[in-house]
T-cell receptor, first 114, second 112 residues
């Protein structure tokens, strides 16, 4: 079974631009979560989608948004990019919600904001 | 989710068992203990998880103390490819819904 895939793998943008990242979960997985990883803050939870609805959100500004499609694929969008948005963005999928549902991570999208 | 505490770094000789400790003294009854590892610049890789019983899979063993206040991840025969940052995480009943809270983890270095 194919793992979680993320596109693009690398991206360079300039301040003020917006960016859309894509995540395809493992087949059959319905929950998709997004995380941001930076050297200073480590891995931080952004949001989680299940059945096309955002179920929970981490402590990030409204410039960070996402959505999930009926096939469980998910996208996240960052508007008005800032230098501090440079990070590795990780997507994780799980079969369902709940503490016993293991999250499997994709390889990430590395975003550089200049 | 309960906070977990791990040593920042550990060394282990290749071929020996690597024992990575984790303290989660405030863990509640419905919180699972998860272990992930991250090799530089890659996505975290799931290793193992458990609630109160010890668990074993093809990658590792997880030993959880009876009071559930601490656990140990055991890599039975460490190889150089096991060099990575290992994260111990407790996940509440919200699980993925609340997001996994990653700490700084333990940087395990396998020495040849």
């Amino acid at each position: 079974k194919a793992g979680v895939t993320q596109t693009p793998r690398y991206l360079i943008k300039t301040r003020g631009q917006q960016v859309t990242l894509s995540c395809s979960p493992i087949s059959g997985h319905r929950s998709v979560s997004w995380y941001q990883q930076t050297p200073g803050q480590g891995l931080q939870f952004l949001f989680e989608y299940f059945s096309e609805t955002q179920r929970n959100k981490g402590n990030f500004p409204g410039r960070f948004s996402g959505r999930q499609f009926s096939n469980s694929r998910s996208e996240m969008n960052v508007s008005t990019l800032e230098l501090g948005d440079s990070a590795l963005y990780l997507c994780a999928s799980s079969l369902d919600r709940g503490a016993s549902e293991t999250q499997y991570f994709g390889p990430g999208t590395r975003l550089l904001v200049l | 989710d309960a906070k977990t505490t791990q040593p920042p770094s550990m060394d282990c000789a290749e071929g020996r068992a690597a024992n990575l400790p984790c303290n989660h003294s405030t863990i509640s009854g419905n919180e699972y203990v998860y272990w992930y590892r991250q090799i530089h610049s890659q996505g975290p890789q799931y290793i193992i998880h458990g609630l109160k019983n010890n668990e074993t899979n093809e990658m590792a063993s997880l030993i959880i103390t009876e009071d559930r206040k601490s656990s140990t991840l055991i890599l039975p025969h460490a190889t150089l490819r096991d060099t990575a940052v290992y994260y111990c995480i407790s996940a509440s009943s919200g699980g993925g819904a609340d997001g996994l809270t990653f700490g700084k983890g333990t940087h395990l270095i396998i020495q040849p």
